[in-house]
């Protein structure tokens, strides 16, 4: 049974550094072809995917904030670690993090519970 | 940059198909997923790879994806599927990873 669960800090300060860790069960971010990705959502908006690291350590960004992410993993402790920098209140939003899997392409099939993050002076 | 375009909503009556659609250049030629997110809740994955089902999915959601369109189809829609759905694909020149904006599906 794969689960996973956020955690981090639900209000940050502008310009401030965000860390949020997804610990998971149920597979091993060593297996081949296994990812992690993290995917936000502003309060009624949509999706926007963040990051995802892969089993053999390659990571991808969005194109948009791949200045401001880092994505790392500790395989031994089953986790995965997003940072964020200079933290905006448009960066307010539900922070995911999502199993992810590979068939023609991937695609995430078993998500957290997501975390709701401020950012508010 | 990438980018998928689907209706912000489609309503439909209990019983009938609901048809939702995402648009992208040339999509026929990617792998096309398929998420389901309802209110204060993560998103799920009810079809990957243009039209297969993960388990515990219901036969009457199904996909297809050809030339510029792939649809998310859900036969006998009931008031439980009313739900926020998002289209998602890989890429790997550009973006790896893209989500439509969501159609929200209302139930009439």
């Known amino acids: 049974q794969i689960t996973l669960k956020e955690s981090g800090p639900t209000l940050v300060k502008p310009t401030q550094t965000l860390t949020l860790t997804c610990t998971f069960s149920?597979?091993?971010?060593?297996?081949?072809?296994?990812?992690v990705g993290w995917i936000r959502q502003p309060p009624g908006k949509a999706l926007e995917w963040l990051a995802l690291?892969?089993?053999?350590?390659?990571?991808r960004y969005s194109p948009s904030l791949k200045s401001r992410l880092t994505i790392t993993k500790d395989t031994s402790k089953n986790q995965v670690v997003l940072t964020m920098t200079n933290m905006d209140p448009v960066d307010t939003a539900t922070y995911y993090c999502?199993?992810?899997?590979?068939?023609?392409?991937?695609?995430?099939?078993?998500w957290g519970q997501g975390t709701l993050v401020t950012v508010s002076s | 940059s990438y980018v998928l375009t689907q209706p912000p909503s489609v309503s439909v009556a209990p019983g009938k198909t609901a048809r939702i659609t995402c648009g992208g250049n040339?999509?026929?030629?990617?792998?096309v997923h398929w998420y389901q997110q309802k209110p204060g809740q993560a998103p799920v994955l009810v079809v990957y790879?243009?039209?297969d089902r993960p388990s515990g999915i219901p036969e009457r959601f199904s996909g297809s994806n050809s030339g510029n369109t792939a649809t998310l189809t859900i036969s006998r829609v009931e008031a439980g599927d009313e739900a926020d759905y998002y289209c998602?694909?890989?890429?790997?020149?550009?973006?790896?990873?893209?989500f439509g904006g969501g159609t929200k599906l209302t139930v009439l």
């Open positions: 999502a199993h992810s899997g590979y068939s023609y392409g991937w695609f995430f099939d078993y």
């Open positions: 149920g597979f091993s971010l060593s297996t081949s072809g296994v990812g």
């Open positions: 690291i892969y089993w053999n350590d390659d990571k």
């Open positions: 040339n999509i026929g030629s990617k792998s």
């Open positions: 790879d243009d039209s």
């Open positions: 998602q694909v890989w890429d790997s020149s550009s973006d790896p990873v893209v």
